[in-house]
């Protein structure tokens, strides 16, 4: 197949950006031509929304990152609007997401399909090492930090770990932050490059992630995919990525209005971490349900199928 992504930036390191220049690239392999979006194609492949794809005579994917919830930020959702009503089938990144959008904008033809990442990326087995020597649990967390990443709940998850366990603890933080949590038992790695960050959360027993109502995080696609286990809170689409065997999900029982379809992202409920006691062990499960691959190839029987339709 021809394949025009829309709407990406292949030098962005920002999750829809990466995991879309990965699915290329994946694609690339599998024997796909990648043209580019004004040349002639078969697929249209659009990221969110884009200007450039009005409907040409050719099928167009959308894929969807979940909507603007916000009061005063909902207009931002009409491109992605009206990208949702011309196109010929819709990539949803979570049971999560498909309901979120249906609920918002009605129903289509579509699947769900969730991130990939690379189950053989590079890291530094020495960092490795030094990483693990810190304390006997290793924990980790990376995102771009803002309330809905529930930096301090983060921390607090690990700490009562540490209290119910007995097993002394420390926790690694990636990205950027203006906000902090003291303590000697919290490292904070900066914003650092991929391999960086891959080797970090390679070294770790697991990542913490206790987003509220994320839709498919890629941080957590990666560990997943390298083997580390994921610590997640039960709302939105995380823990649709994970089982007993690689991760553990903490009850958000504080997300009420579920139905609702606004919602501030920067205002996010308390979780209670104070019961958190127990993690998978590293590299004790199956990986390929989270690679590149795995994803890749769902997107081609999407692509497929909209071409027979």
């Known amino acids: ?11 962005s390191r920002s999750g829809p950006n990466a995991f879309c220049t990965r699915l290329a690239r994946e694609l690339a392999l599998m024997g796909h031509h990648l043209a580019d979006p004004g040349d002639e194609c078969d697929i249209d492949l659009v990221n969110i929304a884009s200007p450039t794809t009005e409907k040409r005579g050719r099928r167009k994917i959308l894929r969807l990152d979940g909507i603007w919830t916000c009061e005063g930020q909902q207009a931002r959702n009409v491109p992605i609007i009206e990208e949702y009503a011309t196109a010929d089938t819709i990539v949803w990144q979570s049971g999560y997401d498909r309901l979120l959008i249906e609920r918002a904008w009605g129903q289509k033809r579509g699947a769900i399909i969730y991130n990939g990442a690379s189950t053989l990326a590079s890291r530094d087995d020495d960092d490795i090492a030094k990483i693990r020597r810190l304390a006997p649990v290793v924990f980790c967390s990376a995102a771009a930090w803002h309330p809905q990443k529930r930096l301090e709940s983060c921390v607090a998850a690990t700490r009562a770990y540490a209290a119910n366990t007995g097993f002394s603890t420390c926790i690694i933080i990636v990205g950027k932050t203006s906000r902090t949590v003291g303590g000697t038992d919290v490292f904070y790695a900066g914003d650092v ?12 027993d697991a990542l913490v992630h206790l987003a509220w109502r994320d839709h498919c995080p ?18 939105g689409g995380t823990p649709e990525l994970i089982d007993a065997r690689c991760g ?3 009850d958000d ?13 920067d205002a996010p409920p308390p979780i209670d971490v104070s019961t958190f006691a127990s993690i998978p062990q590293r590299c004790s499960f199956d990986v390929t349900p989270f690679s590149i691959r795995t994803a890749a190839v769902a997107y081609e029987r999407v692509m497929m199928e909209a071409l027979q339709a």
């Open 248 to 250: 553990t999900i903490i």
């Open 1 to 11: 197949m021809r394949i025009a992504f829309h709407n990406v930036d292949f030098s």
């Open 193 to 204: 490059d991929e391999r960086q960050c891959r080797t970090i959360v390679a070294a770790a």
């Open 218 to 235: 890629n941080v957590c696609v990666e560990a997943l995919a390298i083997g580390t286990p994921i610590v997640c809170a039960s709302s």
């Open 253 to 265: 029982t504080n997300d009420r209005d579920i139905d609702t379809l606004t919602f501030d992202y």
